[in-house]
């Protein structure tokens, strides 16, 4: 359909179209995050609640998440379990203030987990390498706590759970972790194709401003010129 409509509206080429088509593909399977260790531990809503691993939780469970809008801590239902293969993954050790959790987190280092802002807001969520470059306390079950220590695990399996909530975020070990999301990103990717089509200097103009807080800003960057040149901008 995509296709078609692109045809019909005698904006981009056969070749373009498809190209675009293909970026809001990779974009719908991106999960957002794909990236926690299937051994990590949460809690599940089982009268009474008790300690599960990750690869052993199913669909329709509910597990403990922190509350975001709402007051305190909350179960909320599982939707989707994603496995996606092995990735480089690290473990992050922050303070646990005696938590029943284990004091770490493995996952990748574009994992992103919910971290201290400021008072008036408390919650903000960005990738591990952020974190640890900004020297910000991840947001855990028992309150802010510093990371005291990173080491690098190697290549292990990986995956991520998507949770029936507003803020995309569930306890791992205890840190408020962001979990996936992929069919909103495939809207985005829509979206985001049809402005670079029909508005390509705010597109770019979007995109080069917020490049800057990329992990790979300068590379961000140098594609990001390349492609706009392509496109005579």
């Given at each position: 359909?995509?296709?078609?409509?692109?045809?019909?509206?005698?904006?981009?080429?056969?070749?373009?179209?498809?190209?675009?088509?293909?970026?809001?593909?990779?974009?719908?399977?991106?999960?957002?995050?794909?990236?926690i260790?299937?051994?990590?531990?949460?809690?599940?809503?089982?009268?009474?609640?008790?300690?599960?691993?990750?690869?052993?939780?199913?669909?329709?469970?509910?597990?403990?998440?922190?509350?975001?809008?709402?007051?305190?801590?909350?179960?909320?239902?599982v939707k989707?379990?994603?496995?996606?293969?092995?990735?480089?993954?690290?473990?992050?050790?922050?303070?646990?203030?005696?938590s029943?959790?284990?004091?770490?987190?493995?996952?990748?280092?574009?994992?992103?987990?919910?971290?201290?802002?400021d008072?008036?807001?408390?919650?903000?969520?960005?990738?591990l390498?952020?974190?640890?470059?900004?020297?910000?306390?991840?947001?855990?079950?028992?309150?802010?706590?510093?990371?005291?220590?990173?080491?690098?695990?190697?290549?292990?399996?990986?995956m991520?759970?998507e949770?029936?909530?507003?803020?995309?975020?569930?306890?791992?070990?205890?840190?408020?972790?962001?979990?996936?999301?992929?069919?909103?990103?495939?809207?985005?990717?829509?979206?985001?194709?049809?402005?670079?089509a029909?508005?390509?200097?705010?597109?770019?103009?979007a995109?080069?401003?917020?490049?800057k807080?990329?992990?790979?800003?300068?590379?961000?960057?140098?594609?990001?010129?390349?492609?706009?040149?392509?496109?005579?901008?």
């Amino acid at each position: 359909l995509f296709l078609q409509k692109a045809k019909s509206c005698g904006v981009l080429s056969d070749e373009e179209a498809k190209q675009i088509f293909e970026w809001i593909k990779n974009g719908s399977r991106y999960a957002f995050n794909k990236c926690i260790c299937p051994e990590s531990s949460v809690v599940i809503d089982d009268h009474p609640p008790r300690f599960i691993k990750l690869k052993d939780v199913k669909v329709g469970d509910k597990i403990l998440c922190p509350g975001g809008l709402r007051v305190g801590d909350c179960f909320d239902t599982v939707k989707n379990i994603f496995h996606n293969g092995t990735k480089l993954l690290y473990r992050v050790y922050f303070e646990n203030f005696r938590s029943y959790f284990r004091s770490y987190i493995d996952c990748t280092m574009d994992h992103k987990l919910s971290c201290f802002h400021d008072l008036m807001y408390p919650g903000e969520t960005i990738p591990l390498w952020q974190v640890i470059r900004d020297n910000r306390e991840l947001v855990t079950y028992k309150g802010f706590c510093k990371i005291t220590k990173v080491e690098l695990l190697g290549e292990k399996e990986t995956m991520d759970i998507e949770i029936d909530n507003s803020c995309h975020l569930f306890y791992a070990n205890g840190a408020a972790v962001s979990n996936s999301h992929a069919i909103g990103y495939g809207e985005l990717g829509r979206w985001t194709a049809y402005i670079k089509a029909h508005f390509p200097m705010h597109f770019y103009t979007a995109w080069l401003y917020y490049a800057k807080d990329k992990q790979y800003s300068q590379e961000e960057i140098e594609e990001l010129v390349e492609d706009a040149n392509t496109n005579n901008i």
